[in-house]
């Protein structure tokens, strides 16, 4: 069974469209997060989810929108794309709490390109 | 502000030989730090972890890290390297008790017959 897994693999679309991301995390764990990785390989986070609260929230553009309907799922939504938007996009998720060390277990990307 | 840096953007190291892929870091308090590793088309898996303890710190795949806290350094490093460990290689740093994983800006490791 897969640990983090997220739809679609693939996202090819035209600028201007609105489209989603959505993970799912079957371990059990409290907190999911969202990173972006841009075409030089940078891996920076974008938004953290704790039990369906935002905890971290990344200088992201409004036309991003995290949504987690519960601790198992945070989705991402993002308005308007942009050429800029064309990345990978990981989910991950990790165990939040005093023993935390703050590995993350990552879904396999979800590559969205901007044409 | 915590960060990591990776020097390298790529190692080359011929197979059987060992190889070291350098971080040094920056965060306030008590790093905790971690060893990455990205194959092509694939998410980051979890290779290693220093929280405590022994500042030699071994991991999956035969890979260790040694914590040298006077350098602010945490080395990734292998005995001996095989082709299959060519991949992408993030360090990465939290405080204890912070939520935040800041990742370096990777090392492209090729490992050569």
């Known amino acids: 069974d897969t640990a983090v897994s997220q739809t679609p693999k693939y996202l090819v679309t035209q600028m201007g469209n609105d489209k989603s991301i959505k993970c799912e995390q079957n371990?059990?764990?409290?907190?999911m997060y969202w990173y972006k990785q841009d075409s030089k390989k940078f891996l920076k986070i974008m938004f953290s989810?704790?039990?369906?609260?935002?905890?971290i929230n990344e200088t992201v553009p409004n036309r991003f929108s995290p949504k987690s309907p519960d601790k198992a799922h945070l989705n991402l939504h993002i308005n308007s794309l942009e050429l800029g938007d064309s990345a990978v996009y990981f989910c991950?998720?990790?165990?939040?709490?005093?023993?935390?060390?703050?590995?993350?277990?990552f879904g396999e990307g979800s590559r969205l390109t901007v044409l | 502000a915590q960060s990591v840096a990776q020097p390298e953007d790529q190692v080359n190291v011929a197979e059987g030989n060992p190889l070291t892929v350098k971080c040094t870091y920056s965060?306030?308090?008590?790093?905790?730090l971690f060893w990455y590793v990205q194959y092509p088309n694939r998410g980051l898996q979890f290779l290693l972890k220093?929280?405590?303890?022994?500042?030699l710190v071994k991991g999956s795949y035969g890979f260790e890290a040694e914590f040298n806290k006077s350098q602010t350094s945490f080395h990734l490093k292998k005995p001996s390297a095989l082709v299959s460990d060519s991949a992408l290689y993030f360090c990465?740093?939290?405080?204890?008790?912070?939520?935040?994983?800041?990742f370096g800006t990777g090392t492209q490791l090729k490992v050569e017959l």
């Open positions: 220093y929280i405590t303890g022994d500042n």
């Open positions: 965060v306030s308090g008590n790093p905790y």
């Open positions: 989810y704790n039990n369906k609260e935002l905890i």
């Open positions: 371990l059990g764990h409290d907190t």
């Open positions: 991950a998720s990790s165990q939040v709490g005093l023993a935390n060390t703050g590995e993350l277990f």
């Open positions: 990465a740093v939290k405080t204890g008790g912070g939520n935040k994983l800041t």
